[in-house]
């Protein structure tokens, strides 16, 4: 029986048809099938899989293996996380008001200001999700996550409502991977013909470029500053560092022993995680 290892980095992925057209395909070709949901936004996981039980499989499927970043590294060497890399406040004395989210219920903890100061959103089997804490502003500056067996395995801490460090814990609470997400500045150009229904974004500045022609007609040019996100990794078993979030999701797939299974990657990531699997087949969804 063939293997294969989908490996899942964002909520759009789980959601694209192609993604489902492979899983099906696999799964009607006898293939054990191993879904990894490596998200580094470690609250997209519970999304993630939300997403994927949408997915309407065919009656009698095999069950599809879906882990995480978290399950891989349960058994991993780690240090003691310290009280400066996470909030852990007492909320039982605060205010709770309980609301629900669909089927989901959150419980609001509001302190003597009436601030919102935590908010907890619990599974439709009461097991915790989640906990964000908010700052003054009602901004969040931290969310705790959790697993089946309420047990603390991410923490990610935020500024100005942006994510910028995940803490990934193994099955004993202590720091196993530290994420740190930086800003890279990017220069960004969009070429739009007179006869275009859509305008180009008010923020680009339009350019001369002579080289940039059609067969019937000239095209403006419009150039901006775009942002981009890159994500570094530090292990804390083996203190190596990753600068490519890439390069860690090579080490990732090395540990699930991938040599006799075929990998599976988003189309939209492929150009730059393939350089990392030298010599590999690699598919895309």
Do not use: C
């Not at 065919?58 to 995480?68: E, F, K």
């Amino acid at each position: 029986m063939g293997r294969a290892i989908f490996l899942a980095t964002t909520i759009q992925g789980i959601r694209k048809a192609t993604f489902r057209r492979q899983l099906l395909s696999l799964i009607s070709n006898k293939y054990q099938v191993v879904v990894l949901f490596a998200m580094t936004d470690f609250d997209e996981i519970w999304q993630a899989k939300r997403e994927f039980s949408k997915i309407d499989l065919p009656a009698g499927t095999p069950d599809v293996r879906l882990i995480s970043l978290a399950d891989i590294y349960a058994d991993h060497d780690g240090v003691e996380l310290k009280k400066t890399d996470f909030l852990d406040p007492d909320l039982t004395q605060l205010k709770k008001i309980d609301s629900h989210e669909g089927k989901l219920t959150v419980a609001r903890y509001i302190n003597h200001d009436g601030d919102i100061v935590a908010e907890t959103l619990f599974d439709s089997d009461s097991t915790r999700l989640h906990t964000l804490y908010f700052d003054q502003n009602s901004r969040i500056i931290q969310t705790n996550n959790y697993n089946s067996e309420d047990q603390l395995f991410g923490i990610e801490k935020y500024q100005n409502d942006v994510l910028v460090e995940s803490l990934l814990l193994n099955a004993k609470g202590e720091l196993v991977y530290r994420f740190t997400n930086y800003i890279k500045n990017q220069k960004v150009s969009y070429n739009v013909t007179p006869s275009a229904t859509i305008s180009a974004p008010e923020d680009l500045t339009e350019i001369q470029d002579d080289n940039t022609k059609s067969a019937d007609e000239s095209l403006k040019t419009y150039e901006g500053q775009g942002k981009s996100v890159f994500t570094k990794a530090l292990s804390y078993s083996d203190y190596h560092r990753y600068d490519d979030i890439n390069a860690f999701y090579h080490q990732v797939l090395l540990n699930m022993n991938i040599e006799d299974a075929r990998t599976y990657i988003d189309i939209d990531n492929i150009v730059d995680a393939s350089k990392y699997l030298p010599g590999k087949r690699i598919f895309n969804y």
